[in-house]
């Protein structure tokens, strides 16, 4: 489409999509960055709608900017410099990722939602609207304002739309209610799990993303 900005280098895959007015690769806007090459990277078939920015990495992220496959970039969405967007992400109109966001494969966030630098937003979370992320979001998890953000339980209908079975989902479910409404602390309820959930890969996965945080994670 026509008028698109793009400034290098930047490297772009196939049947990628771009819509009017989208600017890509352009500097960041850390006061840190001094001109030194940095790179921004796009795989294939994402769809780049209108007005959305994205900003090449910096020396203090690898000086690289990553978006991966197969990705929806709503309009006026901006990705910040050293951002990691994984695959089948969708982020709404006028999301806003700070620098070192690592988005991970079919997360889903809502218009106009925030994310504070540096946070991790796991695999299948769904981020509802106008939602302010300044700790990491757990994977597979409903996470929305009130005004506060907060886990309201697993993404049930996301999960169940992707085929996962009723029994992961519960699984999930229990590991989520240990975590956020019980009187437990983390370890105490990551013991818990560890002993009552059924095993499962999401399970372990989840228990792994906060074992491995570097900021805390959303309750």
């Known amino acids: 489409m026509a008028n698109n900005y793009v400034e290098g280098p930047t490297w772009i895959g196939e049947d990628n999509v771009f819509f009017p007015y989208s600017t890509i690769g352009v500097a960041s806007q850390d006061l840190k960055y001094k001109g030194e090459r940095a790179e921004t990277r796009i795989g294939d078939r994402n769809q780049i709608r209108e007005f959305v920015t994205i900003h090449r990495g910096t020396r203090g992220g690898g000086l690289i900017t990553c978006v991966g496959n197969d990705n929806l970039l709503m309009t006026y969405t901006h990705v910040g410099h050293d951002a990691r967007i994984g695959d089948h992400v969708i982020l709404g109109s006028s999301v806003g990722l700070a620098g070192h966001v690592t988005i991970e494969d ?114």
């Open 106 to 219: 079919w997360a889903d966030l809502s218009p106009f939602s925030g994310v504070h630098q540096f946070c991790r937003i796991g695999r299948h979370a769904f981020i509802g609207p106008y939602t302010v992320v300044k700790q990491d979001v757990l994977p597979y998890s409903l996470t929305s304002s009130k005004p506060e953000a907060a886990i309201f339980g697993a993404n049930s209908i996301g999960l169940e739309r992707r085929g996962y079975s009723t029994e992961v989902i519960e699984a999930l479910q229990t590991a989520f209610r240990l975590l956020t409404r019980s009187q437990l602390n983390t370890t105490q309820a990551i013991e818990r799990i560890s002993a009552e959930v059924a095993s499962c890969h999401e399970v372990d996965e989840l228990v792994a993303f906060i074992r491995a945080s570097q900021r805390g994670f959303i309750k």
